[in-house]
Antibody
Framework: EVQLVQSGAEVKKPGESLKISCKGS????????IGWVRQMPGKGLEWMGI????????RYSPSFQGQVTISADKSISTAYLQWSSLKASDTAMYYC???????????????WGQGTLVTVSS | EIVLTQSPATLSLSPGERATLSCGAS???????LAWYQQKPGLAPRLLIY???SRATGIPDRFSGSGSGTDFTLTISRLEPEDFAVYYC?????????FGQGTRLEIK
């Protein structure tokens, strides 16, 4: 059974750093891209970036380029999303999800993690 | 960038009724590369439909997708209580991928 299990909820202050995780199991972790999706309170879904754990090839949505860093450790089947300096506007639910990619490069998400709620407040 | 507009924003129906949700694209979606997701309160989205009309693993056959070009539809033939949720469409026919803003399906 494919599973993506994310780390727990976080409460941080503005300016602090944070790294959340997403552990895959039940499939070949190095053979599928993993993506991160933001959902702000009461809002829709926004794609942030994706990583191929096999070689750590990473791509970012222009909206999130330079704002976050995506990485992966294939030895423990885990992807990460990190911030160096959080802002109140980073308060949101963050989902990781496995990608099914098309020949031309785009994708949809077939399995999702349970989400990690990040709250940034002074 | 392809903009997806979902309608209606909110749909109020009763269990047993038929639901029709629309997703309109600002440009033609290549190869009908359109997906639908269901999101229940407090839970992650779940893939329902991909390639406009293919049901994902484990999805009941009361869910069906149709459409091509710029007009796509998700139909739930007979609503069950567990179907009341928010539904999102997503296109992956061209870069960047984009999501619709969602349709809330609520109990009447």
């Amino acid at each position: 059974e494919v599973q993506l299990v994310q780390s727990g909820a976080e409460v941080k202050k503005p300016g602090e750093s944070l790294k959340i995780s997403c552990k895959g199991s039940g499939y070949s972790f190095t053979s599928y891209w993993i993506g991160w999706v933001r959902q702000m309170p009461g809002k829709g879904l926004e794609w942030m970036g994706i990583i191929y754990p096999g070689d750590s090839d990473t791509r970012y949505s222009p909206s999130f380029q330079g704002q976050v860093t995506i990485s992966a450790d294939k030895s423990i089947s885990t992807a990460y999303l990190q911030w160096s300096s959080l802002k109140a506007s980073d308060t949101a639910m963050y989902y990781c999800a496995r990608l099914i990619t098309m020949v031309q490069g785009e994708w949809y998400f077939d399995y999702w993690g349970q989400g990690t709620l990040v709250t940034v407040s002074s | 960038e392809i903009v997806l507009t979902q309608s209606p924003a909110t749909l109020s129906l009763s269990p047993g009724e038929r639901a029709t949700l629309s997703c309109g694209a600002s440009q033609s979606v290549s190869s009908s590369y359109l997906a639908w997701y269901q999101q229940k309160p407090g839970l992650a989205p779940r893939l329902l439909i991909y390639d406009a009309s293919s049901r994902a693993t484990g999805i009941p056959d009361r869910f069906s997708g149709s459409g091509s070009g710029t007009d796509f539809t998700l139909t739930i033939s007979r609503l069950e209580p567990e179907d009341f949720a928010v539904y999102y469409c997503q296109q992956y026919g061209s870069s960047p991928i984009t999501f619709g803003q969602g349709t809330r399906l609520e109990i009447k």
